[in-house]
């Protein structure tokens, strides 16, 4: 009973009793390095006063890292059939709660001040699903509430786009959500070895901190909107895909004229040769033309 759950013997011990293996479309990778595990629970610095919501605790392996060292553990699992395993790996934890739901479609603040303590020490960590990487962050950023750190396992290439040069082809929206929000460092790189199935991909273990944004909005879902927008076809000029977004009409168009010249920003560019500061710039001057 006291062999870690992330032992490769008992993971698989745990997958056969249950008839069970990892499914695809759920991105279903268990970690069975105690090392990693300890790794990942050591950079988000979990102690005693900490609040940590999980996404994705397949059969516990982290969750049970966790629960030893935080004040309880909010975890939230896709798949049905993990959810029962679930409650017998992690019977002995009396601090962890799972809850059997799309992360895409909690309510996270919701969730947090119905679940934990007002002014909870909340961190976030997980084996990230990687087919939703993005989605995840996106979401977990823009939500409404205050969080410590952000620890997640991903797949290395998409860790790399976190902190791409401007002008790079991996530079683009999810770099400028990060940059927004966070400052973002690669902890460490993780083997496929380290689990089951054996991904074939690179991972990374990767740490955010949340920061003050370099040039605050009034709304920061209407300033991702022309982000997005400014992105929509990389390769044509910032001007096209303005055009393209809000109108080919006179009227339109000086007003987008007029917003750019406020920005000091070439209407012939392409919105990859942007930085945060510059789109927030026109997104300002665009929102004060109105
Ligand atoms: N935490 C475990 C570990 O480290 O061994 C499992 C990690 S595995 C890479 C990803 C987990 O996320 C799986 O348990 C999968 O079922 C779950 N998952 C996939 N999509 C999800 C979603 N939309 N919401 C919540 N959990 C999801």
Known sequence: KNIDIANPTRTQAILNQYGLHAKKKFGQNFLTDVNVLHDIVDIADITSEDYVIEIGPGIGALTEQLARKAKKVLAFEIDEQMVKVLDDTLAQYDNVRVIHQDILKVNLPEMISQEFEPEASVKIVANLPYYITTPILTQLLHADFKWQNIVVMMQKEVADRLNAEIGTKAYGVLTLTIQYFAQAHLARKVSANAFNPAPN????????????????????????TLIKQSFAHRRKSLWNNLVQAYGKDDRTKTNIQSALLKAEIDPGIRAEKLSLAELSHLYIALHANK
Request: glycine share 0%; proline share 8%.
């Open 201 to 224: 991909v690179d991972s990374a273990v990767v740490k955010l901190v949340p920061v003050k944004p370099v040039v605050e909005v009034d709304n920061v879902d209407k300033l991702f």
